[in-house]
């Protein structure tokens, strides 16, 4: 297939049909509920404005929900393209399976991570003149700024040379930007006991490893679907938040990134797997564990991060129906660690409110 940049994404309605017949019975059947904030915030951007929606980045599932939550809120029509800023890794052929034309047609295009340094100039310039030709044509866009996923659970630093090529973009457009911050918060990640081997294997130069990280990621994730016959909705509760449009005005690239990355912070939900795995780390005496919960929770309302304070039985109760279940033993039932970096993981999600 040609493509008019070697980066484009080649946007192909039936593919997209196809893959939602795919994820939509597979987020119903494995999340509890998903809770959508800021709507209206989506709603009220006038019809011909191209956005960029930029967001925390802690599962491959982060765009299929952010795509799914748009399109089945009746934002936009499915026949306009929502392109997805994808590592240059999934651009791959293995044998008889392209996932080059399948990311592509599913709206991806093609980041260069690591560009060879004669070439780091025209890539870039491809990039923000491939990025103006799409915001012409009305695309919306989701970003990861973080680069990666996060295998630690905090909201890393959003990188600001990924914001700034949509800024110099934009000034070679004719139609007006908006940035929109997302917020993801997930009371379960699907990948996360698989954690510790991805976060060792992805810069793996052994083969194995690699084959590992790349060919099992997707079919690990896929799995958890089946998990509900033993496990009611393995993945429960999940929000996505989208903050007020924010438009560029010549800010500089650095105070937008930050402002960005502070207002996902700012709508990030905490769930009972963040508050217990905090009090867990933050009271190593069990005895005084529901006095540390109450703490946390006191901290988390005044934040914003959750609406009502409750019981800590009820807190421990929930949690470990992800934390302590069939295939997931991650604490026990005394609240000792078994996984130390998953519930790390779910304390770092939340610990910018608590620190």
């Not at 991806?108 to 990025?131: A, D, F, W």
């Not at 780390?281 to 946390?296: H, L």
Request: a positive charge.
């Amino acid at each position: 297939m040609e493509y008019s940049y070697d980066i484009a994404h080649e946007y192909d309605l039936k593919c997209i049909e196809y893959l939602d017949g795919i994820f939509t019975p597979y987020l119903k059947n494995t999340i509890e509920r998903t809770t959508v904030k800021g709507l209206k915030n989506l709603k009220e951007i006038p019809a011909d404005n191209s956005v960029v929606l930029i967001g925390n980045h802690k599962s491959h599932l982060d765009y299929i929900k952010i795509r799914w939550v748009i399109l089945h809120s009746g934002i936009i029509s499915i026949e306009k393209p929502i392109a997805i800023a994808a590592g240059d890794n999934l651009f791959k052929k293995i044998g008889k399976w392209d996932f080059d034309k399948l990311v592509r047609r599913a709206g991806g295009y093609k980041i260069i991570r690591k560009p060879e340094p004669e070439k780091i100039v025209s890539t870039t310039k491809t990039q923000i003149r491939y990025l103006g030709d799409r915001m012409d044509k009305g695309d919306w866009f989701i970003v990861f700024p973080e680069r990666s996923r996060s295998y630690l659970g905090e909201i890393k630093k959003y990188d600001s040379s990924a914001i700034g090529v949509f800024q110099k973009a934009e000034r070679q457009a004719k139609r007006k930007v908006v940035y929109v911050p997302i917020a993801i918060s997930d009371e379960r990640v699907a990948e996360d006991r698989w954690f510790r081997a991805f976060n060792k294997y992805r810069n793996s130069t052994n083969r194995f490893k690699k084959i590992f990280y790349y060919a099992l990621d997707w079919p690990l994730i896929f799995m958890q679907q089946y998990m509900t016959y033993i496990c009611a909705k393995p993945l429960g509760n999940t929000t996505v938040s989208f903050g007020q449009p924010i438009s560029c005005n010549g800010q500089d690239r650095n105070n937008l990134a930050s402002r960005i990355e502070n207002e996902s912070k700012a709508m990030v939900k905490a769930y009972p797997t963040n508050i217990l795995s905090a009090a867990l780390i933050r009271n190593q005496d069990r005895s005084k564990i529901n006095e540390g919960i109450m703490s946390i929770q006191e901290q988390l309302k005044i934040k914003g991060a959750i609406s009502e304070i409750l019981p800590p039985e009820k807190i421990i109760e929930r949690a470990s129906r992800f934390l302590n279940a069939p295939f997931r033993r991650f604490i026990t039932k005394n609240l000792e660690i078994e996984r130390g970096d998953v519930i790390r993981y779910y304390n770092n999600s939340i610990t910018h409110f608590l620190d």
